[in-house]
Each structure stands twice: as structure tokens, then as C-alpha cells.
T-cell receptor, first 115, second 117 residues
Framework: EAQVTQNPRYLITVTGKKLTVTCSQN?????MSWYRQDPGLGLRQIYY???????DKGDVPEGYKVSRKEKRNFPLILESPSPNQTSLYFC??????????????FGSGTRLTVV | GNSVTQMEGPVTLSEEAFLTINCTYT??????LFWYVQYPGEGLQLLLK?????DKGSNKGFEATYRKETTSFHLEKGSVQVSDSAVYFC????????????????FGKGTHLIIQP
């Protein structure tokens, strides 16, 4: 089944403890992206990747890192999480990014709470 | 920059009522337009899309027409069901967006739809 898989689904952590949210897709998509969803703000893009070893900042990149060493994986890293990073996170992929009308496939989300 | 504006709700309707969720956009280039749906506890799913002016996207009884003259992409359904209760997101992908930072979908804030039996 074609899908984007995120792990974990739920995570509660403490301020300053490094964490990684994994994202994997099995569709050979070139483009991958991370979004956070907050009440009243909708979805905002954190980072995106046009292809392997090509990443760039989205609208709200502060406090986050990403890497794209392989086509299928795009982990989101929080080196020192803070309470304002408590949110619902979505990974998405698309066959190609930028000048393309291909639909995005979204993961099921990771609900992160930082205390 | 690009932006999408949609009614936030919640929008509460009775079953079999007619649904309209308004969406308007601003874009620097020639965007494709999308509606995504998010059911409780799930990720976003593509509902329908339109890639050029006057195109009509449709799926599962939902329709939306790309109106370039009014920069709108309103979502409609003739007779809603309880199972349509979800959050609906309007989004655009701008072919010629060259601003710093984001490259990808620009989302509206979402409209929470509640259908009562």
C-alpha cells in the first residue's frame, strides 16, 4: 500500500531532550515536506526537500533540523525541544515538488507535547 | 506572498443540507488549487483539485470550480452526510512562486464542518 509512515504517533517529552520524528514513504517520491498544525493557524511548512541531499527552510524552521540521506526517509529533528513546539506534525510527500500539480500524500500525524 | 482565506467555522449543518465552504486566494503566479479533508485523528487526504481557470474538481459528491476572475475555489456539496464531518483545508500550489522560504502547498486555516443527524 502506498503510504507515508510517521513515528511515533504520540510523544510526550521534556524541555531540552533531543528527539527525532521519523518519516518514510514507499512511493519513490522526490519531494518531501514537514508541516505543523496549530489551532487557528492551520498548517505551516517547517522544512522541505526537493530530492536526496537537497533541503530548504519553510515558513517556520527555527528549532528544527532535517536530513535527506535517502529518498524514502525524511526525519525531523528537534535538538532542544521547547514548549512552543508542542503541536501536531505532518510529513507529506509528492512525486515532484515546485512546479507540479501532483497531490501530496500525508502521514497520519505525530502529536508532540513538550513539558 | 501567497495566501489562502477560508471561513473557519465551526460550520454546523443538518444532514442532507446544502454545503458551501468559501475559499479565496492570492498568488503571484498561476496556481493549482486543492481541497484537502482531515477526518478526526487522521492525516490530510486530497479531496479534489483544479489546475487551471474554469476547471471543476469533483470527488465523493463534492465540487469546486476554479474562478480566476474572483480568485475563488468554493467547495460545495448538494446533500451532506454525518460522515462528512471533518476539517476541510483549501490550498494552493503556485507554479511561479519564487519567494524565499517555502516551496510547497499554502494552506488556509481549515474549516471545521459538523453534520448533525
Amino acid at each position: 500500500e502506498a503510504q507515508v509512515t510517521q513515528n511515533p504517533r504520540y510523544l510526550i517529552t521534556v524541555t531540552g531532550k533531543k528527539l527525532t520524528v521519523t518519516c518514510s514513504q514507499n512511493m519513490n517520491h522526490e519531494y518531501m515536506s514537514w508541516y505543523r498544525q496549530d489551532p487557528g493557524l492551520g498548517l505551516r511548512q517547517i522544512y522541505y526537500s526537493m530530492n536526496v541531499e537537497v533541503t530548504d527552510k519553510g515558513d517556520v524552521p527555527e528549532g528544527y533540523k532535517v536530513s535527506r540521506k535517502e529518498k524514502r526517509n525524511f526525519p525531523l529533528i528537534l535538538e532542544s525541544p521547547s514548549p512552543n513546539q508542542t503541536s501536531l506534525y505532518f510529513c507529506a510527500s509528492s512525486l515532484r515538488g515546485g512546479a507540479s500539480s501532483y497531490g501530496y500524500t500525508f502521514g497520519s500525524g505525530t502529536r508532540l507535547t513538550v513539558v | 506572498g501567497n495566501s489562502v482565506t477560508q471561513m473557519e467555522g465551526p460550520v454546523t449543518l443538518s444532514e442532507e443540507a446544502f454545503l458551501t465552504i468559501n475559499c479565496t486566494y492570492t498568488a503571484t503566479g498561476y496556481p493549482s488549487l486543492f481541497w484537502y479533508v482531515q477526518y478526526p485523528g487522521e492525516g490530510l487526504q486530497l479531496l479534489l483539485k483544479a489546475t487551471k481557470a474554469d476547471d471543476k474538481g469533483s470527488n465523493k459528491g463534492f465540487e469546486a470550480t476554479y474562478r480566476k476572475e474572483t480568485t475563488s475555489f468554493h467547495l460545495e456539496k448538494g446533500s451532506v452526510q454525518v460522515s462528512d464531518s471533518a476539517v476541510y483545508f483549501c490550498a494552493l500550489l503556485d507554479y511561479m512562486y519564487s519567494g524565499g522560504g517555502a516551496d510547497g502547498l499554502t494552506f488556509g486555516k481549515g474549516t471545521h464542518l459538523i453534520i448533525q443527524p
